[in-house]
């Protein structure tokens, strides 16, 4: 059994940085593990995801902006969030699948067994 507690969010101004941290209560080192944010009358949408080897893999949305990174001796996941955006506010959570290797459809939260409560991240223009 997997828990996750997301934590780091708050209200920053557009152009703005934040880091979110997701630790996490079980062995998650051969985990594939995500970000995901749903806005307010929107769907949930896959942000970032980092597998087993470390390998990467983010939206279109956030690419070149966002980096996701786990520190494994720490059972913790992070997403260094950067040239933050109003179309950025959303609550924020994490995921982690039980296998290593991240499933294809990482985006739409397909292979994600465990799931965080979220945190809310506000943008001011």
């Known amino acids: 059994q997997i828990q996750l507690e997301e934590s780091g969010g708050g209200s920053v101004q557009a152009g703005g940085s934040l880091t979110l941290s997701c630790a996490a209560t079980?062995?998650?080192?051969?985990?594939?593990m995500g970000w995901y944010r749903q806005a307010p009358g929107k769907e949930r949408e896959g942000v970032a995801a980092i597998d087993e080897n470390g390998r990467t893999m983010y939206a279109d949305s956030t690419k070149g902006r966002f980096i996701i990174t786990k520190d494994n001796s720490k059972n913790t996941l992070y997403l260094q969030m950067n040239s933050l955006k109003p179309e950025d506010a959303a609550t924020y959570y994490c995921a982690a699948d039980l296998f290593p290797i991240c499933d294809k459809g990482w985006g739409r939260g397909a292979g994600m067994d465990y799931w965080g409560q979220g945190t809310l991240v506000t943008i001011s223009s």
């Open positions: 079980g062995y998650t080192a051969n985990s594939c």
